[in-house]
């Protein structure tokens, strides 16, 4: 049986009356999955438990005999600003809310109240104190400037400064029980990053990947909350569902952009109230798993009415985009001799050396597929690789396709400000063929390539622009 604690702080209780401890225990984990929780019956014992624990949120009942309920708002504010009290009483008067709240009180609540409305104002609280912990550890990430990384990195293979600011930001959020957006283009390693998420949190439990395109809503409920025994025909035993499955871990939802609306709506009520109901049950579960979602255009999919802002909205409490490989040139070299290895290993093949023009082009290419189009490139090259560096025919659509894909870069984007004044033909010749050689690394080959002329061509015009001996 999981025992996963949550949150990952202790939300302390204090109540003179053991009937009420119980009761409220029993409501806030029903109701918020909140089980990390501290009982206290003597008021004289509060400011002990909050040195000894880890404690960011106190309920306090406020007429307690030895110390009252007012007397501790104001030590515990004094000496613990950083945790938030809520005072739980059985007077219900206007004028003892308002003493409480200037003397520091996070909110009023009467014991009387719909145990339900109660939790939610509590689970606001906790919510408050979780954001708190998250900008502290992003600040500390952010001042610190690590240099080191996370042993859950290692698998993904960059020197990035882009790539790094993410390692940085998952590594802040890594605790944090919201859900998290997992946005990039298709090949960049979007479940690689939710791996790194799971083995950098404090989550017991294990990843659940779950691809949703294609599922239609009744298979959908059926795949993550599972079926009671008759729920339908077929149902010949209980089914867990996914959710069940990712309890006290992270719940990794790929393609979520295909989710019919239907499915949306019930994936929105799963985020909101926590809870779901198995095919054919009428006794709702309480989600124990954090949500990792991804897709490569959702923000085109909610603007034209394909997906729900509120889902969008509740998804992207935490966002992590990942950069295409076109902008993380540097990673170029790195990934493609790793695969390299990795295919060399296959094939039972030595390693292939790799020629300076290969990076240079591949450095140009727009690389449409990414990391995975890399890989599938070194894994074919290898495989009719014989010996020798590594050779260019197996690079041939590459080299062919990087001036249409170059151009259309360029096409995408003003060459010129309005305002500046236009060069001359001759001056604007002399640029291109200046930029080009810098892009090639002063490789004529490659820049003509990249220019759209041919070697001698380009050969010329460089030595037209020599100044005289």
Do not use: W
């Not at 790094?164 to 919201?178: A, D, P, R, T």
């Not at 490139?377 to 690789?385: N, P």
């Amino acid at each position: 049986m999981n025992t996963n604690l949550y949150p990952s702080f202790e939300v302390l209780i204090c109540d003179d009356d053991n009937s009420f401890l119980r009761s409220i225990s029993f409501a806030i984990e029903r109701y918020c999955g909140i089980n990390n929780i501290v009982q206290c019956n003597d008021s004289r014992d509060v400011i002990a438990k909050l040195n000894q624990g880890n404690v960011r949120v106190v309920l306090l009942d406020l007429n307690m005999p030895h110390i009252s309920g007012d007397e501790l708002i104001a030590q515990i504010t004094e000496l613990f600003p950083h945790i938030s009290v809520v005072i739980i009483s059985g007077i219900n008067q206007v004028e003892a809310a308002v003493k409480c709240i200037k003397l520091g009180a996070y909110g009023y609540h009467v014991k009387t109240e719909d145990p339900e409305r109660l939790s939610n104002s509590i689970m606001q609280v906790v919510r408050f104190q979780e954001l708190n912990l998250e900008n502290q550890a992003m600040r500390g990430y952010l001042l610190e400037n690590q240099t080191s990384l996370h042993p859950a990195f290692s698998k993904i293979i960059s020197v990035d400064h882009q790539m790094h600011s993410v390692f940085n930001y998952i590594e802040s959020i890594s605790n944090s029980q919201q859900p998290i957006l997992i946005t990039g283009e298709s090949g960049v390693g979007k479940e690689l990053i939710a791996r790194a998420i799971h083995e950098t949190s404090s989550c017991s439990g294990e990843l659940v990947c779950v691809n949703v395109a294609g599922l239609d809503d009744n298979l959908f409920s059926d795949t993550l909350f599972g079926h009671k025994k008759g729920a339908f025909t077929g149902a010949e035993q209980a089914r867990k569902g996914m959710i069940e499955r990712a309890s006290g871990g992270i719940l990794f939802l790929d393609e979520i952009g295909d989710l019919n609306l239907a499915s949306q709506v019930k994936l929105l009520r799963l985020l909101q109230e926590g809870e779901y109901y198995p095919v054919g049950s009428d006794t709702p579960k309480r989600i124990n798993a954090r949500i990792a979602a991804t897709h490569q255009n959702l923000l085109t999919k909610k603007e034209n009415g394909e997906f729900r802002n509120d889902l969008y909205y509740r998804l992207k409490i935490h966002h992590v985009n990942i950069p295409p490989l076109r902008e993380r040139k540097q990673d170029i070299a790195l990934l493609l001799e790793h695969f390299l290895t990795l295919a060399a290993q296959e094939f039972n093949k030595p390693v292939a050396s790799i020629p300076k023009e290969l990076l240079i082009l591949l450095e140009n290419y727009a690389f449409p597929g990414n990391i995975r189009e890399l890989r599938a490139m070194a894994f074919d090259a290898m495989s009719t690789h014989q010996s020798g560096p590594l050779s260019m025919k197996a690079f041939e659509s590459v080299r062919s396709a990087v001036p249409k894909l170059d151009m259309q870069a360029q096409l995408a984007k003003p060459l010129f400000e309005s305002t500046s004044t236009l060069p001359t033909l001759k001056q604007a010749a002399e640029l291109l063929v200046a930029e080009a050689m810098k892009r090639s690394n002063s490789n004529q080959s490659m820049a003509a390539q990249l220019l759209g002329i041919s070697q001698p061509a380009l050969s010329k015009r460089l030595k037209k622009g020599q100044p005289e001996p």
